[in-house]
């Protein structure tokens, strides 16, 4: 009888566990714990394009006159968003600017691993331009993986460009890439405090993904911080991370050495004296690529996630000096 | 009533049993004397390992009647993640219960609840769960071998918010760039794991060693089960001793 009373309890309370369960996953979770996404929220500055087939929500950004040339800037960090990037509204003074996180990176909708695709970054990339600037060749800026991002662009679209601004841009080929990978110390505390984090949250749905990331991520960047003692900080949205997963097996081993090198505008490479992608970094791997290309090394006390703060007057400068709607085309 | 009681009860009672993959081998394997006969009543233990990050434990066992079965196991522990710089805890208060038993071998019953706490650069975020799961248990002289298979939700968790989370809200909308996140925020069902364990406990005197391995996993992490970017390292090995008394 007393094993009879236990299943029949133990059938009850699994019972009332999966009720528990099945309302609990019925509702959305974790969506307070990130900010909402583009197609969530109407108060963000959008634009929905149809890319590989699908309508997503780009959260987009432009600045300045849409009469001036179009300037597309890419964001650095798979999964993450333009927010780092924002200083670069002062070129709005000649260019119009146009800054959107990527499909399902940063406040953009999120995507399915199905659109995670070279051809579909191509794409995307693609359509932007037209939206602004239909037929007309327009200038990229592209940070950090937003240089291989602008890469991909090239293989698919070369006619789309007539200038680019490479600011600390990632290697185009995935070997090079690996190379400057982000470590995972085995003892480092933010490490083990991830791995925790189990206990109270799993990555169940888009949402709780997303947030363990954030809170990694802070952390994990800081690696790239010139001096340790003073860690830089990144300013950031979301990292989709979804998007971040996927990616990294999309291009695990991607090469688009010989787009970049097909290329026959103008490239300016921006580059700090620190960190994995630093001007040495730059003079051995991604200059050489380039036909018509310079690297401006930027002073001492900015590192890769500082370039849009300590460094903004550098990079903003370095731009200016090079960019055709400030008068300095190649003759 | 009774009958239709019973039939009920056999019918769960066999659904448990297919829970188990080691249910089944507690008859067919002489033995000595096993470990609760060496170890009549409490027990008290530390254990260390990794459930995906090293750890360190203290628990305490009152062995007795149960309410529900004859045999029954309370256990009360500790668990502190020691490379968390002592932010991450959990406390769990767990019943076992043995459902079937033969003299070889036991189907046991476990139910549990606890508390969980974690810190991270996201902020501070303590989540209440519960264990609903079965241990199969086979006696092989003085050792006791068995399997555990347990479902693990946290059915809330709430989460303080570090500065650096709340500032990712600010900055989104032209018009508003200083808008910040919430402070807190609470989650139902913020997190699901299946815990798969072979376990094995020795009886040396009044001296219990024990070891655990297998898998903790995040099933409804879909693909990425094993995904280190999403902080999936489902591993769990511990070793552990205790004395009764």
């Known amino acids: 009888m007393a094993a009879l009373r236990s299943t029949t309890l133990a059938v009850r309370v699994w019972c009332a566990l999966a009720c528990f369960v099945a309302a609990a996953g019925c509702a959305s979770r974790g969506d307070e714990l990130v900010p909402a996404t583009a197609d969530q929220d109407p108060r963000l500055p959008q634009l929905t394009l149809e890319v590989a087939g699908h309508r997503r929500a780009l959260h987009l950004e432009t600045f300045g006159a849409p009469t001036n040339p179009v300037l597309l800037v890419f964001h650095g960090g798979e999964g993450s968003d333009f927010r780092a990037m924002l200083p670069l509204a002062e070129l709005a003074d000649r260019y119009f600017v146009v800054m959107w996180d990527a499909r399902g990176s940063g406040l953009s909708e999120r995507i399915t691993a199905a659109e995670v695709s070279e051809a579909s970054y191509a794409e995307e990339v693609h359509r932007v331009k037209e939206h602004f600037s239909p037929g007309v060749p327009v200038t990229y800026v592209g940070y950090s993986s937003g240089g291989f991002h602008g890469a991909i662009a090239l293989a698919h679209h070369p006619e789309d460009f007539t200038e680019l601004v490479l600011i600390e841009p990632d290697a185009f080929d995935a070997a090079t890439r690996a190379t400057t990978a982000l470590d995972v110390p085995s003892t480092a505390r933010w490490v083990h405090q991830y791995l925790w984090q189990n206990e109270v949250l799993t990555p169940d749905d888009h949402a709780l993904a997303d947030y363990k990331l954030m809170t990694v991520s802070r952390p994990a960047l800081e690696q790239l911080s010139c001096d340790p003692s003073h860690p830089s900080r990144y300013p950031m949205w979301r990292l989709g991370a979804m998007v971040q997963l996927y990616s990294a097996r999309t291009f695990a081993n991607a090469d688009y050495r010989a787009a970049a090198a097909a290329f026959a505008g103008r490239v300016r490479i921006i580059a700090t004296r620190c960190g994995p992608l630093a001007a040495t970094f730059q003079r051995q791997h991604v200059l050489p690529l380039f036909a018509h290309a310079d690297v401006i090394e930027l002073g001492d006390g900015i590192d890769h996630l500082t370039l849009f703060d300590r460094g903004r007057v550098g990079v903003l400068a370095a731009s200016r000096d090079f960019l055709a709607a400030y008068g300095k085309a190649a003759p | ?245």
Not at chain 2, 44 to 69: D, F, K, Q, W, Y
Not at chain 2, 84 to 101: S, Y
Not at chain 2, 132 to 142: D, K, M, S, V
Not at chain 2, 220 to 245: H, M
């Open chain 2, 1 to 245: 009533m009774r009958a239709r009681a019973a039939r009920r009860g056999t019918k769960t009672a066999g659904l448990a049993v297919a829970l188990t993959v080691l249910a089944v081998l507690g008859s067919c394997v002489s033995g000595g004397r096993a470990v609760a006969q060496q170890t009549p009543q409490n027990l008290v233990g530390v254990s260390t390992g990794l459930e995906a990050t090293p750890v360190a434990s203290l628990h305490a066992t009152r062995r007795g009647s149960g309410i529900l079965a004859p045999q029954a196991e309370t256990t009360l522990a500790f668990t502190s993640a020691l490379l968390t710089h002592l932010g991450g805890g959990r406390l769990r208060l767990e019943r076992d219960e043995a459902l079937l038993r033969s003299s070889r071998g036991a189907l046991r019953l476990v139910l549990g609840t606890g508390v969980s706490y974690a810190t991270d650069a996201g902020g501070t975020s303590v989540g209440w769960h519960v264990v609903l799961g079965t241990r199969a248990t086979l006696q092989l002289g003085r050792w006791e071998l068995g399997a555990r298979l347990a479902y693990l939700p946290v059915l809330v968790g709430h989460l303080r918010l570090s500065a650096f989370q709340r500032e990712t809200f600010a900055d989104r909308y032209p018009d508003a760039r200083n808008t910040l996140g919430p402070s807190g925020a609470t989650v139902w069902l913020p997190g699901q794991r299946v815990e798969a364990l072979l376990t094995a406990r020795a009886a040396l005197g009044a001296w219990i060693v024990a070891g655990d391995a297998g898998l903790l996993v995040s099933p409804a992490a879909g693909r990425n089960w094993t995904s280190l970017e999403l902080g999936q390292l489902p591993l769990v090995v511990r070793v552990g001793a205790g004395r009764t008394f």
